[in-house]
């Protein structure tokens, strides 16, 4: 069965760094699209960044030139490094594989101003 695990959330001040890590397993990794979202109290869960099978990214406008997704094939994992981090970035972080209603158990990033 389909299994995304995420680690890596915490608290942090304001202009420090965290990264998150989701490990799959039971499905080919190097085949599938994978996303990180965010999700903030009253909010809707919102599309952070992506990468494609090929390694291909995309990111929100409001995360850009901060936060980096990776993939390690090796290990079926996907990192989204968060630098420079503020306040608004509180949020739970869910892993997603794309277009699919598979999801992580989402850790929670909470930054301190």
């Known amino acids: 069965q389909v299994q995304l695990v995420e680690s890596g959330g915490g608290l942090v001040q304001a202009g420090g760094s965290l990264r998150l890590s989701c490990a799959a397993s039971g499905v080919i990794f190097s085949r599938i699209d994978m996303g990180w979202y965010r999700q903030a109290p009253g909010k809707q869960r919102d599309l952070v960044a992506s990468i494609t099978a090929r390694g291909f990214t995309n990111y929100a406008d409001s995360v850009k030139g901060r936060f980096t997704i990776s993939r390690d094939y090796a290990k079926n994992t996907v990192y989204l490094q968060m630098n420079s981090l503020k306040p608004e970035d509180t949020a739970v972080y869910y892993c997603?594989?794309?277009?699919?209603?598979?999801w992580g158990q989402g850790t929670q990033v909470t930054v301190s101003s």
């Open positions: 997603n594989i794309l277009r699919s209603n598979y």
